[in-house]
Nanobody
């Protein structure tokens, strides 16, 4: 079991940037592929990005590709989501999770509180 705590969200203007962090606690953080998901008001939770346990393979939703970058620092047990050129459509609560599957899009851990990202127009 891995405990996850998201942080770094906030209120930004369209075109701005935020860097989200997901701090993990567990036996061996580097053994897990990690992903970011988001849920906007009235919408289903959706996949945003993921990366392999080694950090060598990344996947992105088409809606964020070329704007968001996922990375990890295994020495700090932390995964990041650098969000640039933010749009109002990016407004959502962002969550991280352990992921599996061919495209690392299947979350298998418990959902935490997430971190709110609000982008104003």
């Amino acid at each position: 079991q891995v405990q996850l705590v998201e942080s770094g969200g906030g209120l930004v203007q369209a075109g701005g940037s935020l860097r989200l962090s997901c701090a993990a606690s567990g036996r061996t953080f580097s053994s897990y592929a990690m992903g970011w998901f988001r849920q906007a008001p009235g919408k289903e939770r959706e996949f945003v990005a993921a990366l392999s346990w080694s950090g060598g393979t990344r996947y992105y939703a088409d809606s964020v590709k070329d704007r968001f970058t996922i990375s990890r620092d295994n020495t700090k047990n932390t995964v990041y989501l650098q969000m640039n050129s933010l749009k109002p459509e990016d407004t959502a609560v962002y969550y991280c999770n352990v992921v599996i599957g061919a495209a690392l899009g299947e979350p298998i851990g418990n959902w935490g509180q997430g971190t709110q990202v609000t982008v104003s127009s």
